[in-house]
């Protein structure tokens, strides 16, 4: 016991300072384990929230494609693999987990705006609609429309404000817009046959009658150029899915009559007929079709710009290789980006893997696919899709992306607003 006193008294301060060297070294360990454990604890409640959020998104009437980019890059946090490290040398997991929470965190705050502005322009949508349809049914009445029609059309009107009334979320304005399209594009229709009636095809026919002089092979081009156009315009109503069958029955009546009509004045009355019905399905395409558009065919390979239903330029373009097909269906470009860095979603190894691509702008449309500009493209159009031949660029199909030749992407680029209907089929 006495050379055990005599060792502490001797050596009793290099103890102290050994032991506390040990505990200050545990304290640090067991600081940093403890940080480790606060920080992937905040990352999972963080994922937690994202989860939760979109799960709300979804009820609300959120889309998969106004949500599928938010879910990948989700699933690009959540499949990210930590840093090895054990603590006290665990501060790259602490960071790894840190940044995890914030790109969660951001990620759920980029869908509450997105869920946020689609509410507003859901409900501003249904609610002008509803209101211009029940003026619409008055203004039919005060310009003379046959009564029947007009009263079948009323208790549609008085069901949609009902509907529009107890409306809440995403989904329920987009269910009263939904519902209210055909009523509407029928009472657009007959607002426009009313003021479009006999009058109108004597004043054509008139017109007609003042060009040709009484010559018979003029009045049967007249007639077959307007039957040329109204059908064009039929095929673009057909696309921005108006019901136009009204319409679409006179002209084939009149179609019929042309081919059998011999006489002058039998053929500037086709003729002016023509026009008139012409004239009719222009205001209701006017009156339905948004103010611009893109349609996007994929079996041509081609995007086409509309104003006011009429196309007013086109491009050839190149969509989705086999497998990973551009979907067909009704979207809007929710987000417009300039300049963008494209991100492989699939990892090295994968055949449909790419590496980091810029491109100098593009249009989202539907959640990762988007419209935009390809350099390392040369050619454009059918077959593009596919794999093809081409000596000087890519030789197959998109990712699912629209790509667009560089020369033409600033014009599209520009006229396109965010919010513009978006149609591939």
Not at 109 to 114: E, H, Y
Request: charged share 20%; proline share 6%; aromatic share 8%.
């Amino acid at each position: 016991m006495a050379a055990l006193r005599r060792i502490v008294s001797r050596f009793g301060i290099h103890i102290v300072a050994v032991l506390g060297g040990f505990g200050i070294v545990l304290a640090f360990i067991l600081i940093q384990d403890q940080r480790e454990v606060l920080a992937q604890q905040a990352y999972t409640s963080a994922r937690q929230e994202t989860l939760d959020a979109l799960t709300h998104a979804r009820a609300l009437g959120m889309t998969s494609a106004e949500v599928s980019d938010l879910v990948r890059q989700d699933e690009t946090v959540v499949q990210a693999a930590a840093p090895q490290g054990s603590a006290p040398f665990n501060q790259e997991r602490i960071g790894f987990f840190n940044r995890a929470r914030d790109d969660e965190i951001g990620i759920r705050l980029i869908l509450q705006d997105r869920e946020t502005g689609l509410l507003g322009q859901t409900r501003t949508a249904a609610q002008e609609g509803v209101v211009r349809f029940i003026s619409d049914l008055s203004r039919a009445e005060q310009i003379g429309v046959d009564p029947q029609p007009v009263a079948e059309l009323r208790p549609q009107a008085a069901s949609l404000s009902r509907v529009l009334n107890q409306a809440g979320t995403i989904g329920d304005y987009r269910d009263v817009s939904a519902q209210l399209k055909r009523p509407a594009g029928r009472l657009a229709l007959l607002i426009a046959d009313q003021q479009n009636a006999n009058a109108v095809t004597a004043q054509f026919a008139q017109k007609i009658a003042a060009v040709d002089h009484g010559d018979a092979a003029l009045a049967r081009k007249t007639a077959m150029d307007a039957l040329a156009t109204v059908r064009d315009d039929l095929q673009t109503a057909s696309v921005f899915q108006l019901d136009v069958s009204v319409i679409q029955g006179r002209v084939d009546r009149l179609e019929t009559q042309l081919r059998g009509a011999l006489a002058v004045a039998a053929l500037e009355q086709i003729g002016g007929s023509l026009q008139a019905r012409g004239q009719e399905l222009e205001q209701t395409m006017n009156a339905t079709v948004p103010e611009k558009a893109l349609v996007i065919s994929l079996k041509e390979q081609v995007l086409r710009a509309y104003l006011h239903g009429k196309p007013v330029w086109w491009t050839y373009i190149t969509t989705g290789r086999p497998g990973l097909e551009t979907d067909p269906g009704n979207f809007r470009v929710y987000s417009k980006q300039a300049p963008f860095t494209m991100h492989s979603p699939w990892p090295k190894g994968s055949p449909y893997w790419y590496p980091d691509t810029p491109v100098k702008t593009v249009m989202w449309f539907n959640g990762g696919a988007g419209i935009h500009d390809s350099s390392w493209r040369a050619y454009y159009g059918p077959g593009t899709e596919f794999p093809h031949y081409d000596p000087f660029g890519d030789d197959n199909g998109s990712h699912g992306c629209v790509n667009i030749p560089p020369r033409n992407m600033p014009w599209l680029w520009s006229w396109t607003p965010v919010g513009t209907p978006v149609i591939v089929y």
